[in-house]
């Protein structure tokens, strides 16, 4: 199947500072990703829809100056944890849907750890 | 508005035993219906999917589901359980009237598989 990389896997930062996360679908075009966030022993949370050469779509609650997503090219979406705080410490995951089948597929995820 | 719930958030079976999660959806459109697992700090990987074919569906791993409209439930089972099998399961629903999109998810499902 297709293949959707996440980097870093692992990142811990200090309060106050910023943290991108990138997602990319190495073998095929993604015109939508998405981004969900999950708490330990939880479910996934949907944050925002990404589409490409636009803005992004957050969900109601998602702040949208704290998690700036941005999704400049076909194969690259990013998300940017701003002036982040010990509570935005989480999984992070993407996804990905072919531009073809419109089939999704997920990353690894990123932990975010902020100290 | 689409959404599914998860009966009970821990499954324990023997290795050898049938297993049986549950998850009922609503949706005020014909949905579109997945099962998806997750390994510890991993993303999460497609087993199946309902797209309004056939009600019977098969995934990978020798699980399966069964869409049935009347009960409004999608439960997964697979004949004999399988060490490694012990996982999270997470079954989600479109909130689109195709079968990408937006994914809404369960609460999810741990499944521990005892020798």
């Known amino acids: 199947g297709a293949v959707v990389s996440q980097h870093p896997s692992w990142v811990i930062c200090k309060s106050g500072t910023s943290v991108k996360i990138e997602c990319r679908s190495l073998?095929?075009?993604?015109?939508?990703m998405f981004w969900y966030r999950q708490f330990p022993k939880q479910s996934l949370m949907l944050m925002a829809t990404?589409?490409?050469?636009?803005?992004?779509?957050?969900e109601q609650g998602v702040e949208k100056d704290k998690f700036l997503i941005n999704h400049a090219s076909l194969t690259l979406s990013t998300l940017t944890v701003t002036s982040a705080h010990p509570e935005d410490s989480s999984f992070y995951i993407c996804?990905?849907?072919?531009?073809?089948?419109?089939?999704?597929?997920f990353g690894e995820g990123s932990r975010l750890t902020v100290l | 508005a689409q959404s599914v719930t998860q009966l009970g958030s821990h499954v324990s079976v023997s290795e050898g035993a049938l297993v049986l999660l549950r998850c009922n959806y609503s949706s005020s459109v014909p949905p579109y219906l997945f099962w998806y697992v997750q390994y510890p700090n991993q993303g999460l990987q497609l087993l199946l999917k309902?797209?309004?074919?056939?009600?019977l569906v098969k995934g990978i791993n020798g699980f399966e589901a069964e869409f049935k409209k009347s009960e409004t439930s999608f439960h997964l089972t697979k004949p004999s359980a399988h060490m490694s099998d012990a996982a999270e399961y997470f079954c989600?629903?479109?909130?689109?009237?195709?079968?990408?999109?937006?994914?809404?998810f369960g609460q999810g499902t741990t499944l521990q598989v005892k020798p």
């Open positions: 996804s990905a849907a072919t531009s073809g089948t419109g089939e999704l597929f």
């Open positions: 073998d095929f075009q993604a015109t939508t």
């Open positions: 309902y797209t309004s074919a056939a009600t």
């Open positions: 990404s589409n490409e050469g636009s803005k992004a779509t957050y």
């Open positions: 989600a629903v479109t909130v689109t009237s195709s079968n990408t999109g937006k994914l809404i």
